[in-house]
């Protein structure tokens, strides 16, 4: 079997412990003729499993120049249904075209019998449940040839049969199949409020060893049945402060890791979107230097 | 409940809000949550309804966007995708369209639909070098009547009884659009030879002629089909060839 070379000219896959952000179609051509220092892109998986066409030509341009992560949305790994042989095909076809740094996916589910309901869906947390998860993920592993890092979902309701946390349930996963973590930090706001859970408490909780990618997004404000606050994971605005401060506190347990700017609603123009980016680069940097001096301090 | 039943469900009661928030989930208050669950409903119907909207504009401009989110809402009530794979779902929402009782009024609404149908699958379809018209210059020309072409695989034939490529072309851009100069039946060839799609209305009759050579009749089959007055078949060949419609000839 004769392995093609990858496309010359093309920057190494790695993910830089960096910004960067969610690729638009309406941003390729500004970002092109600009290369604005970032450092790097995601896309989602599915919108480039056509055969051909201009988001192939946009894509391969972009990778050209930028690392790559790829981020699914339509696996449907917390789905008690075997997975979808065909749409593993398809992702590692796309991970063999474009060799990205990363490969990311849910703890969610998306298809069930009705077909694809375009949504991250709940699942309950059980012992049952945890078993099909870690079978799904050992299976997506298999087919891709790589590790893939499992991202934390936002959550509206919870189950009651769950018997295990949220936490425990990804620490468990993460032991059972080597998997690695996509940290979503917004969603650990949105969950954590939408349940009256401490965010703080999520973080101790959180096998944060295996994380290596996080993600940052907007959220938008609602109101559950009794009235208490009900935070709906949008993408459709800025990072809001408080997420900015988990950050900050995530960044200075975990070090720098790359960081995505999620922005699919509503999508700003270009250079809103990448001071958000460069926002989370100067946090990284100014968590960075406090650790170094308060080292310093104690060396001293 | 085991995992299976919870999961149908919560996919049964996203897809019929006739249906009681399931009995399994919990909000704060230690019971399902109503408002809570209706943030799953609505995110599913918003993102379905949001994936015909990005792939019909023209039929939305055409009805008013009430109108249009109401028939999509029916639509993906209906059909849910059948793979994650959003860039192909709505390809039958034409045939959804002709059959909607409210639209039937709009004779052209269906047609155009599936010219944009079309449209998004020549974007996304293979990229192929076109045929380039050199080719037929070395054929001899004895040889001429014989010849069959492959299809590029962007390429797509339809059939409209209304002028939907003209109504079609006038919606394109932020201008006011102007009704046909002849309200006729049309016949499009849509095509994609390189980044950009491309939308011809074809010489009366060229439509018979293109699918004939399309489904692999020789040039000279493909002639008998020819039906156009004041159009030779030739240059209906070579006009095909120019917009990329094929991929290869033998």
Known sequence: ?300 | MPFEATIETFAQALSDPARPVPAQTRGREGRPDTRRFAVYRNNVAVGLIGAIEARYPVVRRLVDDAFFRAMAGAFVAAEKPRSPVLIHYGETFPDFVARFEPAQEIAYLADVARLESAWVEAYHAAEAPPLALDALGAIDPKDIGGLRFSPHPAARLLRFANPAASIWAAHQGDGEPRPPDVWRAEEALVTRPEADVLVRVLPPGGYEFARALFAGATLAEAAEKFSGEGVDPGSHLVGLIEAGAFQSLR
């Open chain 1, 1 to 300: 079997m004769s392995v093609s070379p990858p496309t010359p000219m093309r920057v190494t896959a790695p993910l830089p412990d960096r910004g960067g952000v969610g690729l638009k179609a309406d941003h390729v051509e500004q970002i092109l003729a600009e290369r604005p220092d970032l450092g790097f892109f995601e896309v989602h998986a599915e919108n480039y499993m056509g055969d051909g066409g201009p988001a192939h030509r946009r894509l391969e341009a972009i990778r050209a120049l930028y690392p790559l992560s790829l981020h699914g949305v339509g696996l449907s790994i917390g789905s008690p249904k075997p997975l979808d042989k065909d749409h593993l095909k398809r992702l590692a076809a796309l991970v063999q075209r474009y060799e990205p740094g990363l490969f990311s996916e849910h703890l969610a589910w998306s298809s069930h019998n009705q077909g694809f309901l375009n949504d991250l869906l709940p699942l309950p947390y059980t012992k049952r449940t945890l078993a099909t998860v870690c079978d799904h993920i050992d299976q997506t592993q298999e087919a891709l040839g790589r590790r893939m890092l499992l991202e934390n979902p936002s959550t509206y309701v919870l189950f009651a049969q769950s018997t295990i946390s949220e936490t425990d349930f990804v620490a468990e996963i993460g032991r059972r199949t080597g998997c690695g973590l996509l940290l979503d930090v917004n969603n650990v706001i949105v969950s954590t409020t939408n349940h009256g859970l401490d965010p703080i408490a999520y973080l101790d909780a959180y096998p944060l060893r295996h994380v290596e990618e996080i993600h940052l997004a907007g959220y938008a404000d609602a109101q559950d049945d009794a009235g208490r606050p009900l935070l709906i994971d949008a993408h459709d605005s800025p990072v809001r402060d408080h997420v900015w401060a988990l950050y900050a506190e995530t960044i200075r347990r975990v070090g720098p890791k790359p960081t995505l700017i999620e922005w699919d609603n509503d999508v700003p123009v270009w250079p809103v979107l990448l001071a958000e980016a460069r926002r989370a680069e100067a946090t990284m940097a100014r968590v960075l230097a406090a650790s170094e001096q308060k080292a310093l301090r104690h060396a001293v």
